[in-house]
């Protein structure tokens, strides 16, 4: 089993559509979680942490199950500046902060 | 804050050459990390500093990849006796504690030929 398994996609979206991506996640000692956003041939970027308790960031809004290690990430009204790949990252020891990279998921918004 | 950098941006190598990267963190971070990404793939962990000690490296790193942050500031990464297979982004952040996300530099695009 991977580590973090995400489901590569790619998803093609109408502009204003609301899209969900999903990812699990191995180790149950695994104590933070975040998605990062990652544009072709650039470098990923911190999109947003994810609480226990869920969270929102205007049109974004992450969601954590632990007893299913299952991490979700919602985006309304998609824009076409949305376009990208969104990678889940859970953080693997708690003493180093190693973080451990899903493959990533792959948006595409179409006018 | 000047972000991470990351030199040189582009690299072209020929196989069996040795080559260096070099990586400077945000000044204030004591955690500094090395990811390679291939195409497809999400970055994949290489190896951890804390100030100047290496305190992980992943079984990807072979021993042709050597690593080093020696005043805790800057760190290089050097691979020997490249190989196809090495073509590859390579990456580097910096965090400021285990909880943080981390920042990430542009990268350094490998290609062996």
């Known amino acids: 089993r991977k580590e973090v398994e995400q489901d590569p996609g790619p998803f093609n979206v109408p502009e204003g559509a609301t899209v969900a991506f999903n990812c699990t996640y191995s180790?149950?000692?695994?104590?933070?979680f975040f998605w990062y956003r990652q544009d072709c041939r650039k470098e990923p970027k911190l999109l947003m942490s994810?609480?226990?308790s869920g969270n929102e960031d205007g049109r974004f809004t992450a969601q954590l199950n632990r007893a299913s290690q299952y991490i979700s990430l919602l985006i309304r009204d998609s824009k076409l500046s949305d376009s990208a790949t969104y990678l889940c990252v859970v953080n693997w020891s708690s003493n180093t902060g190693k973080l451990i990279f899903g493959q990533g998921t792959t948006l595409q918004v179409k006018p | 804050d000047t972000g991470v950098s990351q030199n040189p941006r582009h690299k072209i190598t020929k196989r069996g050459q040795n080559v260096t990267f070099r990586c400077d963190p945000i000044s204030e971070h004591n955690r500094l990390y090395w990811y390679r990404q291939t195409l497809g793939q999400g970055p994949e962990f290489l190896t951890y500093?804390?100030?100047?000690?290496?305190?992980?490296k992943s079984r990807l790193l072979s021993d042709r990849f050597s690593a080093e942050r020696p005043k805790g500031s800057f760190s290089t990464l050097e691979i020997q006796r490249t190989e196809q297979g090495d073509s590859a982004m390579y990456l580097c952040?910096?965090?400021?504690?285990?909880?943080?996300?981390?920042?990430f530099g542009s990268g350094t695009r490998l290609t062996v030929v």
């Open positions: 952040a910096s965090s400021r504690t285990e909880n943080y996300g981390y920042t």
């Open positions: 180790n149950s000692a695994s104590q933070s």
């Open positions: 500093f804390q100030n100047e000690a290496q305190l992980e």
């Open positions: 994810v609480y226990s």
